[in-house]
DNA sequence: GAGTGGTCTAGACCACCTC
DNA sequence: AGGTGGTCTAGACCACTCC
């Protein structure tokens, strides 16, 4: 028979019509304009919804759609970087730094946290609460774990509560030599009161970037920021030349 | 009316059963156990195989899970750290790093690329493929991107194809002076070639690093690297003192 | 209230792996 | 051949936003 084609493995539905929409969004739509209801794009394309929308979470995956319950699906604008950290060391809290401290309790960190903090796996720390506003919209949240010990200063101050507090916490920290840090990247999904801060759903994919402070010869701090992994293409300053940048 | 309980936002159902069957993992399976398949846990717990499908989607994205089809689903263990890239500079294919050299061949780069290259967007460049591999695995996948400018020994080369070719490459860039490098990392999907590599299907999620090498004033490389989001966790080797990392 | 995306159902068939 | 996860369908209802 003259099937010479090979059709090889078939290809998912919803991975050509991602293909399809994909380049359409390159050629016929541009930034924030807002795309046909799924109803009406499912059939058009003769799909179930369920299928199309397997498609469309996939381009909300890499960036390229930004969808809202009772609004509709736009075109998302490209991800803008968003700088994690210098080369240089740095506290959290720098004076310069891009974050919003926006409260401070005192609880047992996760376990996770707890151990690399070498302390009892409840003995409750400082626990700031931060949030990182970029092109006025919250791009991440963070929770930094203090230790009491490496905030002694903080023992006789009878908290005003709140920011004030978290802001407090910052400067004693700021008091220790600085001696090392260490950053981790991993995916993640939202846990609903991040979720609540960044704009998303519950179980937006994030990136979380674990920081490990070193001062006097202990971890001194841990830091978890949640990014909107949507929007953010995280950017390290690693070590370009500043002679090279400006040109 | 005695409606003292807020029912506030009813949680939905996948959401809980996600975190059932953490909680479950935790306390009644150790890792690489094989949980019940997908019809039976969805009968078990009283809903649509779809909405159980959802919840072992999201525990696979954090890495809880691991699904083969064909296989079943087992208790993933937990992330292992990938280094990427040290704080100090080094170019890739130095003689302690962690990739294998597959293949090498001349194309036009992806426009995304091309745009940092400061090139025409269609003069081709060496692309270098490479493999990462650990514990056995395969856990990422790069292509390198070359100007001819930056290699210029490669010129009369007559290409013993494939992966010496690579190398070849390679060990002409070593003779550039590195000046700087420049890394962001960003989530994507898996294309279909990426993922054959990664032994996972193809949209899986991937940590994308992007990483730019400057020498003599230019962009003179670029490397595109692929990880596996479910397995790895990238770690930055940043300014951590080695005096601490012993004790 | 009308329209959007988000959740959920109860089926079906397919591709892949193992025996 | 039998069992697994992956894809797909055609519906339904819900939560949210905007008018």
Chains 1, 2 share one sequence.
């Not at 394309?45 to 498609?55: D, M, N, P």
């Not at 979470?57 to 803008?80: K, N, S």
């Not at 903090?117 to 700031?128: F, I, M, N």
């Not at 009491?148 to 004693?172: D, F, K, N, T």
């Amino acid at each position: 028979m003259g099937t010479t084609q090979v059709d090889a493995v078939p290809e998912p539905k919803y991975w050509h019509l991602k293909t399809v929409l994909s380049d359409a969004l390159d050629s016929e739509f541009t930034v924030g304009e807002i795309l046909p209801n799924e109803r009406e794009l499912a059939a058009r394309f003769g799909v179930a919804r369920a299928t199309l929308r397997q498609a469309l979470e996939q381009l909300e995956l890499e960036g390229r759609l930004q969808r809202r319950r009772g609004v509709g699906t736009t075109v998302a604008p490209p991800r803008f970087g968003v700088d994690v950290g210098p080369g240089e060391l740095s506290w959290p809290g720098a004076p310069d730094d891009a974050w919003q401290t926006a409260d401070c309790e005192e609880a047992a960190p996760p376990a996770s946290v707890a151990a690399m903090l070498s302390e009892g796996p409840d003995a409750p720390v400082h626990s700031v609460r931060r949030t990182r506003m970029t092109h006025g919209q919250p791009v991440a949240t963070e929770m930094l774990y203090v230790p009491h010990a490496s905030v002694p200063g903080m023992s006789g101050i009878e908290s005003a509560g709140g920011s004030a507090r978290g802001r407090a916490v910052l400067r004693e920290l700021h008091r220790l030599e600085l001696e090392g840090q260490e950053r981790a990247v991993e995916l993640g999904s939202a846990r609903a009161d991040d979720a609540r801060q960044l704009d998303r759903l519950p179980g937006a994919p994030v990136l979380v970037v674990t920081t490990r402070y070193f001062a006097q010869g202990v971890t001194a701090a841990v830091a978890v920021s949640t990014y909107r992994a949507d929007t953010c293409r995280l950017t390290f300053g690693d070590t370009a030349p500043v002679a090279l940048m400006a040109g």
